[in-house]
């Protein structure tokens, strides 16, 4: 699905490649796309590919974002991917979301590209090949690492709401000393009541059984890995105060605003709006910046990553006037291309 083309300069090619993977299907177009980058970056060539953008570092968190601008996660839900997207120009990326144990997520088709939007539907369901694969990829890459890696962490389908808690504590457990950050998503539309740890009182058990094992982690391995929460654009006034008291009596170190809506209402085309899944991308853009400003009213100090419908640096720029510190993008690279980065970042 995703349209990345090695030679970033070139927009005809790119264009070309671009046609042609918008005739494949686009789970199809995205796995082939990156398997051909991660082979060409694995090899020698990655010397005069990388893209460095001459920007000063942010460190917040003891983290030093190389800059301000993020690859969201569900892009590399393995960490299959990382000697191309960590050479590619993002000041940090995100992996996952992965699960304790393998699983094949739900139906297929279940991605859906919407073009005249740009904008993507996805019904993904956390497909993934588990924690313990994407701790073998992540202590593998070690040390090759130029860019900080955050591991973004969900439950399996199978686990009940009620138990979430003890996959995520799993997840975290496995990858504490290896990950720069840990996120917990409680967003994703397409796992089953996964929304519901939104509401007050199921926040509340969750965040604490969390913080309880986060506490004693950072005590094992003498070091804070910092945690954030990513949360939804469909949530409402009772949800956002009650998600920012949440975070504050837990002390939760970010935000990331948001995962991708259920509501259809964003889609133009009527056709689209029965396709199950969450929409990304452009119309996703509104509706999401008015998370992140409510949140940032509530949170003014917490550290806040925009991501929803980000595609060129003014859209990018929009993110950081609404209050965030960081900015992650996912569907505007399969409408751009990596030439996206360098728009943004430059
Ligand atoms: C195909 C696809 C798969 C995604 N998978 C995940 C995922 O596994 N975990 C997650 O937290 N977000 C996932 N997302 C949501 C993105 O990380 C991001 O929050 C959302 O797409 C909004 O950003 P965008 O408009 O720049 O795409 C996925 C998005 C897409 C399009």
Same mark, same amino acid.
């Given at each position: 699905?995703?349209?990345?083309?090695?030679?970033?300069?070139?927009?005809?090619?790119?264009?070309?490649?671009?046609?042609?993977?918008?005739?494949?299907?686009?789970?199809?177009?995205?796995?082939?796309?990156?398997?051909?980058?991660?082979?060409?970056?694995?090899?020698?060539?990655?010397?005069?590919?990388?893209?460095?953008?001459?920007?000063?570092?942010?460190?917040?968190?003891?983290?030093?974002?190389?800059?301000?601008?993020?690859?969201?996660?569900?892009?590399?839900?393995?960490?299959?991917?990382?000697?191309?997207?960590?050479?590619?120009?993002?000041?940090?990326?995100?992996?996952?979301?992965?699960?304790?144990?393998?699983?094949?997520?739900?139906?297929?088709?279940?991605?859906?590209?919407?073009?005249?939007?740009?904008?993507?539907?996805?019904?993904?369901?956390?497909?993934?090949?588990?924690?313990?694969?994407? @701790? #073998?990829?992540? +202590?593998?890459?070690?040390?090759?690492?130029? &860019?900080? *890696?955050?591991?973004?962490?969900?439950? !399996?389908?199978?686990?009940?709401?009620?138990?979430?808690?003890?996959?995520?504590?799993?997840?975290?457990?496995?990858?504490?000393?290896?990950?720069?950050?840990?996120?917990?998503?409680?967003?994703?539309?397409?796992?089953?009541?996964?929304?519901?740890?939104?509401?007050?009182?199921?926040?509340?058990?969750?965040?604490?059984?969390?913080?309880?094992?986060?506490?004693?982690?950072?005590?094992?391995?003498?070091?804070?890995?910092?945690?954030?929460?990513?949360?939804?654009?469909?949530?409402?006034?009772?949800?956002?105060?009650?998600?920012?008291?949440?975070? @504050? #009596?837990?002390? +939760?170190?970010?935000?990331?605003?948001?995962? &991708?809506? *259920?509501?259809?209402?964003?889609?133009? !085309?009527?056709?689209?709006?029965?396709?199950?899944?969450?929409?990304?991308?452009?119309?996703?853009?509104?509706?999401?910046?008015?998370?992140?400003?409510?949140?940032?009213?509530?949170?003014?100090?917490?550290?806040?990553?925009?991501?929803?419908?980000?595609?060129?640096?003014?859209?990018?720029?929009?993110?950081?006037?609404?209050?965030?510190?960081?900015?992650?993008?996912?569907?505007?690279?399969?409408?751009?291309?990596?030439?996206?980065?360098?728009?943004?970042?430059?």
């Amino acid at each position: 699905m995703i349209l990345i083309f090695i030679n970033q300069e070139s927009k005809i090619l790119f264009n070309i490649y671009k046609k042609i993977a918008f005739n494949l299907p686009p789970e199809v177009a995205h796995d082939y796309t990156l398997k051909i980058a991660e082979v060409i970056y694995k090899s020698f060539l990655v010397k005069f590919l990388k893209s460095t953008p001459n920007i000063e570092p942010i460190n917040k968190l003891n983290i030093r974002f190389q800059n301000k601008l993020g690859l969201a996660a569900g892009f590399d839900k393995n960490g299959d991917y990382l000697n191309f997207i960590n050479n590619i120009g993002f000041g940090f990326i995100e992996i996952g979301t992965v699960t304790p144990y393998p699983q094949l997520g739900n139906k297929k088709p279940r991605v859906f590209r919407i073009a005249e939007q740009d904008a993507v539907i996805n019904h993904l369901g956390f497909n993934n090949k588990g924690i313990i694969h994407l @701790k #073998k990829n992540l +202590i593998n890459f070690m040390d090759k690492k130029t &860019t900080p *890696i955050g591991v973004n962490i969900g439950k !399996n389908a199978t686990t009940s709401i009620e138990n979430a808690h003890e996959d995520y504590i799993y997840c975290m457990e496995k990858i504490y000393e290896y990950a720069d950050y840990l996120t917990i998503n409680i967003s994703s539309p397409n796992t089953k009541e996964l929304r519901k740890l939104h509401h007050e009182d199921r926040l509340s058990t969750f965040l604490g059984n969390i913080k309880k094992s986060h506490e004693s982690l950072e005590k094992k391995h003498k070091k804070l890995t910092p945690l954030f929460l990513k949360i939804s654009p469909d949530i409402d006034q009772d949800d956002i105060a009650s998600v920012s008291s949440m975070i @504050k #009596k837990f002390d +939760i170190h970010g935000v990331i605003a948001t995962n &991708t809506t *259920i509501d259809k209402e964003v889609i133009q !085309n009527e056709i689209y709006r029965d396709y199950e899944g969450g929409v990304s991308g452009k119309p996703l853009f509104v509706k999401s910046n008015s998370i992140v400003k409510q949140m940032r009213e509530n949170l003014p100090d917490i550290l806040m990553i925009g991501c929803g419908g980000v595609n060129s640096k003014k859209t990018a720029q929009e993110k950081v006037n609404q209050g965030c510190d960081l900015v992650q993008i996912y569907t505007g690279l399969i409408y751009k291309g990596t030439k996206l980065i360098n728009e943004i970042t430059s």
